[in-house]
C-alpha cells in the first residue's frame, strides 16, 4: 500500500467512527505532516484521494473539511430482507443490451471498460501465431475441465494470495457469466431460495428467473458495504441453500469489502452450512498494490465456489473465465458439457502463452493506471455538473460511478431521456428488484475525457436538472 493510501484509510477510519465529524476541518497540510511524519505531497495525495471518495470536501484557500455523507445521523436507514418469488428481469435487461448496443450511442452504461485500453498487440500476436498452427484446431485438451497449463497458471495465481489450489480445483469456462450460471446450476433446484445482495449485477437475477428460485435480497450497508445482521438474519429466517454475492470491486456500486466482514461471512456461511458463488470477475482492477482477499481465502470447508474472467482486463473477445469448483468441479463439467462446452481452444492456448511470459501483469499495471485516472476525472467533471443533492458514489477501485439521484427522480425515466439523445447509462432498475428504490444511475468511466464525453455529461447533468427544478417547483 502506498503512504498516501494508507494515511487516506487511517483518516477514513476517523471519519467513520465518528471521532471527526461532518464539516469539521482537517488538520492542514503541513499540520498533518507534522502529526503523521509523513511529507507534505503524501498528505496532500491523502487528502485528494479523501476527496475523490467523497469523504472530505476542499474549500478554496481554507483546508479541506469531512463531509457529510458519511456522518452516522446522516446515514439512510437500511431497508430490510425482501422475499422475491417471481422475477421478471430478462425482458428489461434484453431491451436494455439492445438499446445500447450501436455504435453512435455514447457507451456509458456499458459494463466494459473501453477496448482501448484492454487492446494488448502482444496478445493479438500470440493470438496470430497460434492461429497457424493445426494443434490449435484439432487439440482436445481445451475440453471439460480446461487446458491443464492454463488451469495450472490460474491454481498458481490462487496460490500467490495464499489460496493452496491444484489445477483440478478450476474448470475453464466460456466467461465468468458462465461459471457462475453453471455454479448456479449445479447447487440448486427450482423453488430453492438463494441469498442476493439487494443491489447486483443483473446476470445474478436473470440467472435466478431462468432457474425459477426464490430469492430473499439483504441491503447494502452505507458504509461497509456489507450488512452483516441482515445476512444474519436472512439465514436465520429461510432456508437459504446458496449466496450470489459480489464482495470485490462491486458492480455496480464500487465498495470492496473489509477482510473482517468477509472473515465474519465465511463462519456464518459455516454456521448455516450454506454455499456461496462469488462473483469476482472485476478483482484485478484494484487501485494501489493490494489486491483485496476473495472470500475464497477464508472458506475452510469448501463452501465458496469462486468465479471470475479475463474479460474485463483483456476484453469481450477474450471470454475466457473459470470456477474454483472443488468438489464440485465434476457436475459443473456435466452442466457445461450439455450447453455451452468449452471456451474456445485458440483462446486457451494464446492465454497460456500470454500468462506464462509475464505479459499479463504488465497490462494489468497499465489498465489499472488509466482507469484510476479517467474515474477521477469523471468524477471531478460531475460534481461540477451535477446538482449539489445528486450523491456521487466514489470508491478507489474500478471504473463505475454510482449516482444516488434525488429520491423522487427515477433511473429509468433518466435513461429513456438520454438514450433518445444517444446516450447510455445503467438505471438501477437492471440491479435492483422492483420492491426497493429506483433513484439510481451508473455510469461507465473508462474513457479518456474528450469533447463528446463532455457533452453527455452535460446532456445528463440538464435532465437531472430538469426533473430537480420541476419537482422543487410543483
Ligand atoms: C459483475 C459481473 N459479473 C459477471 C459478468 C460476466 O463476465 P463475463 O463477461 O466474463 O462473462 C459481468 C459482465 O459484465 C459483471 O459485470
Not at 441482515?230 to 473489509?258: D, T
Not at 489486491?291 to 483483456?314: I, N
Not at 449516482?403 to 446516450?423: F, M, R, S, V, W
Request: hydrophobic share 40%; net charge neutral.
Amino acid at each position: 500500500m502506498y503512504k498516501s493510501e494508507q494515511l487516506a484509510l487511517n483518516i477514513r477510519q476517523l471519519i467513520e467512527n465518528g471521532a471527526w465529524k461532518a464539516h469539521s476541518k482537517l488538520p492542514s497540510l503541513r499540520e498533518q505532516s507534522q502529526i503523521s511524519g509523513y511529507s507534505l505531497m503524501t498528505v496532500l495525495n491523502a487528502y485528494q484521494e479523501l476527496e475523490a471518495q467523497g469523504l472530505v470536501y476542499a474549500k478554496q484557500k481554507s483546508g479541506f473539511y469531512v463531509a457529510e455523507r458519511l456522518n452516522q445521523t446522516e446515514r439512510p436507514v437500511p431497508s430490510s430482507l425482501s422475499l422475491n418469488a417471481h422475477i421478471q428481469m430478462n425482458s428489461l435487461v434484453f431491451g436494455y443490451l439492445k438499446s445500447i448496443q450501436s455504435a453512435d450511442v455514447s457507451p456509458l452504461g456499458s459494463a466494459f471498460p473501453n477496448a482501448e485500453l484492454l487492446f494488448n498487440p502482444k496478445l493479438m500476436q500470440i493470438l496470430a501465431q497460434h492461429a497457424k498452427r493445426k494443434s490449435s484446431y484439432f487439440s482436445h485438451d481445451h475440453m471439460p475441465p480446461g487446458n491443464y497449463e492454463l488451469r495450472t497458471i490460474i491454481a498458481n495465481r490462487y496460490c500467490l494470495q495464499g489460496i493452496p489450489t491444484h489445477a483440478n480445483d478450476i474448470v475453464i469456462t466460456s466467461g465468468a457469466l458462465d461459471a457462475l450460471n453453471l455454479s448456479l446450476q449445479a447447487l440448486t433446484k427450482p423453488g430453492d431460495f438463494i441469498l442476493l445482495q439487494e443491489t447486483i449485477f443483473y446476470g445474478a437475477w436473470q440467472a435466478a428467473e431462468r432457474l425459477g428460485l426464490q430469492v430473499i435480497t439483504i441491503p447494502e450497508h452505507p458504509v461497509s458495504g456489507f450488512d452483516l445482521d441482515s445476512f444474519e438474519q436472512a439465514l436465520k429466517q429461510y432456508p437459504i441453500k446458496v449466496c450470489w454475492l459480489m464482495l470485490n470491486i462491486h458492480n455496480p456500486i464500487g465498495f470492496s469489502v473489509r477482510d473482517e466482514i468477509k472473515q465474519r461471512i465465511a463462519s456464518l456461511l459455516e454456521d448455516y452450512q450454506v454455499y456461496l458463488i462469488e462473483d469476482d470477475v472485476y478483482q484485478e482492477l484494484y487501485y494501489g498494490t493490494q489486491k483485496p482477499l476473495p472470500m475464497k481465502y477464508f472458506d475452510r470447508q469448501q463452501r465458496v465456489l469462486h468465479c471470475a474472467s479475463f474479460s474485463k482486463t483483456l476484453g469481450s473477445a477474450v471470454r475466457v473465465g473459470w470456477v474454483y469448483a472443488g468438489q464440485f468441479s465434476n457436475a459443473i463439467q456435466h452442466l457445461q458439457l450439455m450447453s455451452t462446452v468449452s471456451a474456445s481452444p485458440l483462446l486457451q492456448n494464446t492465454l497460456v502463452d500470454f500468462l506464462s511470459h509475464h505479459h499479463y501483469e504488465k497490462h494489468l499495471r497499465q489498465l489499472r493506471k488509466q482507469l484510476e485516472k479517467h474515474k477521477k476525472v469523471f468524477y471531478q467533471q460531475l460534481k461540477q455538473r451535477l446538482n449539489p443533492t445528486c450523491k456521487i458514489h466514489y470508491y478507489s477501485s474500478g471504473y463505475f460511478l454510482w449516482i444516488e439521484l434525488p429520491a423522487y427522480i427515477d433511473g429509468y425515466t433518466i435513461y429513456q431521456l438520454l438514450i433518445q439523445n444517444k446516450i447510455g447509462i445503467a438505471p438501477s432498475q437492471l440491479f435492483r428488484s422492483e420492491q426497493v428504490s429506483q433513484n439510481f444511475i451508473r455510469l461507465n468511466c473508462s474513457f479518456a475525457w474528450n469533447s463528446d464525453i463532455a457533452a453527455a455529461l452535460d446532456v445528463l447533468s440538464e435532465v437531472i436538472q430538469q426533473h430537480i427544478t420541476q419537482y422543487t417547483h410543483a
